[in-house]
């Protein structure tokens, strides 16, 4: 859906963007990832045309994006900036309105979406008077998602959406993002420079450094596959975590092949999810494992909490980079 190929972008002497080229699928999260520096928000810039490039070409649905005026293409692409951009002087409602207003939808549909927004952000509606300034920082950022998500673009840009964020607020608006519905229907690329965030919310991720991407991959393959040792150790530290967080229940415990699903005391458990996810899920629950149960609910087998966890070093074994 979008490729961006051999894209460069020069500031006097400074290589921001030094010649990158990726392709971000339909529905696809992919993650920029890299140090202060090293060009990941000029990247997503070039991408809505907030910056020109110096070299190279972007093609959304196959269309490059110059044949297009810059007004409508951001009309097909939502923009989460950075420290979420709101504007100070307006309300929440007025903030998450200005795209429809300028599309000249009628009041009603307006007022209509905005709410509707704001109960899938769990943001109580009695903000919609409220300032910026008057709200948490989580607060703020989802309405920042709002106001991005407000006209149901194709595409979304996100940069650093939760690096402001103290750690526990963070963690929760990373469940609740990997939740909403809207956004699973979005082809998102988004900036981070949280490793553990990359791998949470990334299908794939570009390791960006010095304007290059050093490697262009899936979580797991950047930990059990790095294309150097400049891979390998920006994933050093915590990569226990890491690769909780990039092994699926799928990859280490797989379903009968007749079917059927995960379930961990009567709540499914998706097989596509994160392990880490499902380790999460056991911290509330006095569940000794997980449940397999066929089509009619009645259960078929159970995998221990033990014996997943010997399916997880047992998968480790059996990788290159172990
Ligand atoms: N408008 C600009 N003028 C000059 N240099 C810039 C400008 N914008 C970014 N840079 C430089 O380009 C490099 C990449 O910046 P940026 O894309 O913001 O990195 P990141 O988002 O990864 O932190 C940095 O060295 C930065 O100082
Ligand atoms: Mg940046």
């Excluded at 920029?32 to 093609?59: A, C, D, Q, W, Y």
């Excluded at 880490?276 to 066929?294: D, R």
Aim: aromatic share 8%; hydrophobic share 40%; proline share 4%.
């Amino acid at each position: 859906m979008i490729k961006v190929d051999h894209l460069s972008k020069s500031f006097g002497k400074i290589k921001a963007v030094d010649h990158i080229s990726f392709e971000v699928k339909e529905q696809e999260n992919l993650i920029l990832l890299g140090t202060s520096g090293s060009g990941k928000t000029t990247t997503l810039k070039m991408i809505n045309r907030l910056i020109e490039p110096t070299g190279g070409k972007v093609f959304i649905n196959g269309e490059n994006i110059l044949d297009q005026s810059p007004e409508v293409l951001r009309r097909g692409i939502g923009y989460v900036l950075q420290n979420n951009g709101l504007f100070p002087h307006y309300t929440v409602a007025a903030n998450i309105a200005i795209v429809p207003q300028l599309l000249k939808w009628d009041k009603k549909r307006i007022e209509h979406r905005v709410s509707e927004l704001l109960e899938k952000l769990h943001l109580d509606k009695t903000y919609l008077n409220v300032y910026p300034n008057e709200l948490s920082g989580g607060q703020q950022q989802r309405v920042g998602l709002a106001r991005a998500l407000v006209a149901d673009p194709p595409v979304l840009l996100m940069d650093e959406p939760f690096g402001a964020l103290d750690n526990i607020t963070r963690s929760k608006i990373h469940a609740e993002f990997k939740a909403l519905d809207e956004l699973k229907r979005k082809t998102i690329i988004m900036v981070t420079h949280d490793v553990q965030e990359a791998f949470e919310l990334g299908d794939r991720i570009c390791l960006m450094h010095k304007g290059k991407i050093i490697q262009n991959g899936t979580p797991t393959e950047l930990l059990f596959r790095p294309a150097n040792s400049f891979v390998k150790d920006f994933l050093k530290e915590q990569r226990l975590q890491l690769e909780f967080k990039a092994i699926r229940l799928n990859d280490i415990a797989p379903l009968p092949p007749e079917g059927g699903a995960f379930d961990l005391h009567g709540e499914r458990v998706d097989a596509g999810v994160a392990l880490w996810s499902v380790l999460e899920q056991f911290k509330f629950t006095k569940a000794e494992g997980l449940s397999i149960i066929n089509h009619q609910n009645k259960k078929i087998g159970s995998i221990s909490f033990e014996e997943l966890m010997a399916a997880f070093y047992q998968y480790k074994k059996h990788q290159p980079h172990e």
